[in-house]
C-alpha cells in the first residue's frame, strides 16, 4: 500500500525498543526503497502534546491506513523517563 507523505497511519506491530505498540499513531514523512528492494517508510512519532518522540524507518508492512471506525486514544509510553527522541533505525 502506497502512503501520501505528512499523513497519519497506524503501526501493524509493537516497537517494543522505542516503546511504540501496534495501533499507535505515527506520521510518513519519507518514502525509500532499502537496498534489499524492500519498498518503506520513515515515519515520525509524536507523544500527546505534539512534541517528537522518534524518528525511524519501518517496512510498508509496518504500517495502515487509518479507517473512519476508529477511535484515538492515549496511554503512558511504555519507556517512561527515557529520552526516546530522534532514534533513527533502518528496517
Known sequence: MA????TDVALTRDMP???LRA???VKVVD??????????YSIEVFNAVGETIAVTAVPVSAL???????????????????IVS???KKF
Open 17 to 19: 525498543e522505542l516503546g
Open 3 to 6: 502512503f501520501e507523505l505528512y
Open 31 to 40: 518514502h525509500h526503497i532499502a537496498p534489499d528492494g524492500e519498498e518503506g
Open 64 to 82: 495502515e491506513a487509518l479507517r473512519e471506525d476508529e477511535v484515538l486514544s492515549v496511554r503512558t509510553l511504555a519507556r517512561v523517563g527515557q
Open 86 to 88: 530522534a532514534v533513527i
Open 23 to 25: 495501533g499507535d499513531l
